[in-house]
Every structure is written in structure tokens, then in C-alpha cells.
Nanobody, 125 residues
Framework: QVRLVESGGGLVQAGGSLRLSCAAS????????MSWFRQAPGKEREFVAT???????YYGDSVQGRFAIARDNAKNTVSLQMNNLKPEDTAVYFC???????????????????WGQGTQVTVSS
């Protein structure tokens, strides 16, 4: 049974930083692309970042240059370092693994099979 568990969310002022972490189990982690999505109230779930099995990274336009995704295959974890946070970054952040493990091009929720429960990030102005 695949399980993804996020942690690290919280309340931060604009301009601040947070680091999210996702612990994965039940899958061959080192062979999977891993991604972060977010969903703000009343909005669709939005792609944030992806990291391939060889640590190639891809970012959504709104977070490029501010966020950094990383993975530790020895610990089966993926992290998201978020810097220079803005109020519009406020959302529930989800860790996800794709239906096709090596699909590094997936940018929509339909491309993903496994999801964590999410962690709330709130950025105050």
C-alpha cells in the first residue's frame, strides 16, 4: 500500500520561508518521479514542482526561482524549500506520485495516482 505523508506546513509572513517534507512508503521510491501540487480555496489543484529519479527538476511559472524541490532516495523523502513566500502561495500543498513512475511530463492531477493528505501553508501579508 502506497502512503505519502506531508509535513512542515504552517503560518509565515510574506517574504519568509518554509520547508515541506513528504515521506513515501509502499513504492520503489528511487524509480518514481515525485511532485508537489497545491490547491487554494475555490481554485483547481495546481502543479508546483517535479523531480525525476535522477534529480532533474521542473517548476511551475509562479514558483520558479523561489521554490526548490529535492529528494533523498536513501530516506524515501522529497522536500520543497519555499523562499520569498507571497500571500498568493497560501494553499494546501500535496505530495504526489504519478500513474506512470517515470512520467516527468505530468503537470495535471490526472497524471498522478498517489497523493498525500496535504499540509496547509498560510502566508500573511
Amino acid at each position: 500500500q502506497v502512503r505519502l505523508v506531508e509535513s512542515g506546513g504552517g503560518l509565515v509572513q510574506a517574504g519568509g520561508s518554509l520547508r515541506l517534507s513528504c515521506a513515501a512508503s509502499g513504492l520503489t521510491f528511487s524509480t518514481y518521479v515525485m511532485s508537489w501540487f497545491r490547491q487554494a480555496p475555490g481554485k483547481e489543484r495546481e502543479f508546483v514542482a517535479t523531480i525525476s529519479w535522477v534529480a532533474a527538476t521542473y517548476y511551475g511559472d509562479s514558483v520558479q526561482g523561489r521554490f526548490a524541490i529535492a529528494r533523498d532516495n536513501a530516506k524515501n523523502t522529497v522536500s520543497l524549500q519555499m523562499n520569498n513566500l507571497k500571500p498568493e502561495d497560501t494553499a494546501v500543498y500535496f505530495c504526489a506520485a504519478p500513474r506512470v513512475p517515470w512520467n516527468v511530463l505530468g503537470r495535471t492531477p490526472a497524471d498522478y495516482e498517489y497523493w498525500g493528505q496535504g499540509t496547509q501553508v498560510t502566508v500573511s501579508s
